[in-house]
């Protein structure tokens, strides 16, 4: 049965794309069978993982709403070795629709359900807000991975994240919890990292992942080529990162 993971931080460009579609990719490459859903309407996950936003038939809006089931959704990143319910602008209608439907923060959730046996893994890669969308991730979720930069605000905004983790477990899904916090565009040379790197370790202790992703041009460039980094440069040392991040997740669910 599929684990189900939202990657989400409601700070915009901390790395929540990268690490969703470097995830999926370097799950898929030690073997585990993998569905990417894109849940913002930039639709960068989609991209990244060489899917083409403006040509898909049909993307995770039309899921969301009612209009085409999951499996006559989702599109493959050959490259990947993934699936992809893709997402393009049409989303950015959705949260206004979705304010009228039944049952509005478990739509996805539901959808999931009728694919749970055909994966090992899904990662969600959330908007950089905390709206229906973001909610419908974290609903069907069974944990959270929070990308975050090791900076002096990153420990600002994660606040108000873990209060939106903990109404949402406290309200509508009791299994969801934060399964980690990843340090991503990681600058080992500058002390400020260091300390707020410390500083995580010392406040969430084992919910810190030990893997850290280095701030890396070849991850950077990878998307323009449409593939994932991992895919685009395997030995580049942030896709080495990711490969060791995805075998600590393989680990870790076996532990919840
Ligand atoms: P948004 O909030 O807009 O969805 P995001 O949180 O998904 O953004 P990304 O799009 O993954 O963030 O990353 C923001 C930018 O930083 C992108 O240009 C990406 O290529 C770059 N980037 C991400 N991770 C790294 C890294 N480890 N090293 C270098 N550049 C990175
Ligand atoms: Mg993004």
Redesign the pocket.
């Known amino acids: 049965m599929a684990r189900i993971f939202a990657v989400a931080?409601q700070k915009?460009?901390?790395?929540?794309?990268?690490?969703t579609v470097n995830l999926a990719a370097a799950l898929a490459a030690h073997g585990q069978r993998v569905l990417l859903v894109d849940l913002?309407p930039?639709g960068?996950a989609t991209m990244g993982s060489g899917v083409d936003k403006r040509a898909v038939p049909s993307t995770v809006y039309q899921v969301l709403v009612g209009l085409k089931t999951l499996q006559e959704s989702r599109a493959r990143s050959e490259q990947g070795g993934y699936d992809v319910l893709a997402a393009n602008r049409d989303l950015a209608g959705a949260e206004v629709e979705l304010v009228t439907l039944d049952n509005r923060e478990r739509r996805l959730k539901d959808a999931l359900a009728t694919v749970e046996t055909e994966y090992d893994f899904v990662l969600i890669d959330c908007?950089?807000s905390l709206s229906m969308l973001t909610l419908n991730g974290l609903c069907c979720a069974h944990g959270v991975i929070i990308?975050m930069q090791c900076e002096y605000y990153a420990l600002e905004g994660l606040s108000d994240l873990v209060n939106t983790i903990k109404q949402v477990h406290a309200k509508m899904n009791r299994e969801l919890k934060i399964i980690g916090l990843l340090r991503?565009?990681f600058d080992t040379r500058s002390t400020l990292s260091q300390q707020v790197s410390a500083q995580l370790e010392s406040h969430f202790g084992d919910k810190v992942f030990k893997a850290i992703?280095?701030?890396?041009?070849r991850?950077?460039e990878a998307?323009s080529h449409g593939l994932p980094g991992v895919v685009f440069d395997k030995a580049a040392k942030?896709s080495q990162a990711y490969l060791s991040f995805a075998a600590e997740m393989i680990e870790r669910i076996k532990t919840i």
């Open positions: 931080n915009g460009g901390v790395g929540k794309t990268t690490t913002d930039q960068n908007p950089p990308p991503v565009m992703i280095p701030r890396n041009v991850l950077a998307p942030g």
